[in-house]
């Protein structure tokens, strides 16, 4: 806080950023995957699982990092936080060639079935996603992201009957503490919290009708 106070930023608008940071689009892939892991009670330690685990996480977040990182340093992004409709469509459209072919993967080799709603999911968002910033309307990423793991968490403890009410209520906690530094960082307007929160959560009820009458 003092660092923030230093350079003139103040307490809260360093938390905003915290929160738009750590709960990025990019990393809700990341905390999705190692909470199913750690939810589900078969995945304990078998050295094959922690292999395919780590294959999954460099997959779907190292590489789109270091792409994203690259792209920066060429000048293609303004910021990380992606504030323009211009690179928030060129986002999506990497992101959504990713999660098709980790898609591809786990149904090609029928690894992590479980995954493969939430991917869907994420894939079929992005598409949404991208048609709205054709159209110059930026919903928000950061609420797309929060919307879509909350969503395919809930359906899956639905299915599973593991009980994750905790974990839901936390993570709930953090989403409107997400959204509403999004709100005070003057990112986005409620309107667009609220589109980017419904494109997730029903992407991912869309994606798992799919998969059970197709897979």
Same mark, same amino acid.
């Given at each position: 806080? &003092?660092?923030?106070?230093?350079?003139?930023?103040?307490?809260?608008?360093?938390?905003?950023?915290?929160?738009?940071?750590?709960?990025? @689009?990019?990393?809700? @892939?990341?905390?999705?995957?190692? *909470?199913?892991?750690?939810?589900?009670?078969?995945?304990?330690?078998? !050295?094959?699982?922690?292999?395919?685990? =780590? %294959?999954?996480?460099v997959?779907?977040?190292?590489?789109?990092?270091?792409?994203?990182?690259? +792209?920066?340093?060429?000048?293609?992004?303004?910021?990380?936080?992606l504030?323009?409709?211009?690179?928030?469509?060129?986002?999506?459209?990497?992101? *959504?060639? =990713? %999660?098709?072919?980790?898609?591809?993967?786990?149904?090609?080799?029928?690894?992590?079935?479980?995954?493969? @709603?939430?991917?869907?999911?994420?894939?079929? &968002?992005?598409?949404? +996603?991208s048609?709205?910033?054709?159209?110059? %309307?930026? @919903?928000?990423?950061?609420?797309?992201?929060?919307?879509g793991?909350?969503?395919?968490?809930?359906?899956?403890?639905?299915?599973t009957?593991?009980?994750?009410?905790?974990?839901?209520?936390?993570?709930? +906690?953090?989403?409107?503490?997400?959204?509403?530094?999004?709100?005070?960082?003057?990112?986005?307007?409620? !309107?667009?919290?609220?589109?980017g929160? *419904?494109?997730?959560?029903?992407?991912q009820?869309? &994606?798992?009708?799919?998969s %059970?009458?197709f897979?």
């Open positions: 806080m &003092a660092e923030f106070k230093k350079n003139g930023i103040n307490p809260a608008t360093g938390m905003a950023y915290l929160f738009s940071i750590l709960f990025h @689009p990019l990393f809700i @892939p990341l905390y999705t995957i190692v *909470l199913y892991f750690y939810l589900t009670p078969r995945f304990f330690l078998p !050295k094959n699982i922690r292999f395919l685990e =780590v %294959y999954l996480l997959l779907s977040v190292v590489i789109p990092m270091l792409f994203f990182i690259t +792209m920066k340093a060429g000048g293609f992004f303004s910021s990380f936080l504030d323009s409709p211009r690179e928030r469509l060129f986002f999506s459209w990497i992101m *959504l060639i =990713v %999660y098709l072919i980790i898609l591809n993967k786990l149904v090609q080799f029928h690894i992590f079935i479980e995954l493969v @709603p939430f991917f869907m999911g994420i894939s079929i &968002a992005l598409l949404w +996603m048609i709205a910033n054709y159209n110059r %309307y930026k @919903p928000s990423l950061h609420a797309m992201g929060i919307g793991m909350l969503a395919f968490l809930m359906i899956w403890s639905y299915y009957k593991i009980f994750i009410l905790p974990v839901i209520g936390f993570l709930l +906690m953090i989403g409107v503490f997400t959204m509403a530094s999004r709100i005070y960082l003057e990112a986005h307007d409620y !309107k667009e919290l609220f589109y929160f *419904l494109i997730g959560f029903s992407s009820i869309i &994606a798992f009708g799919l %059970y009458f897979l």
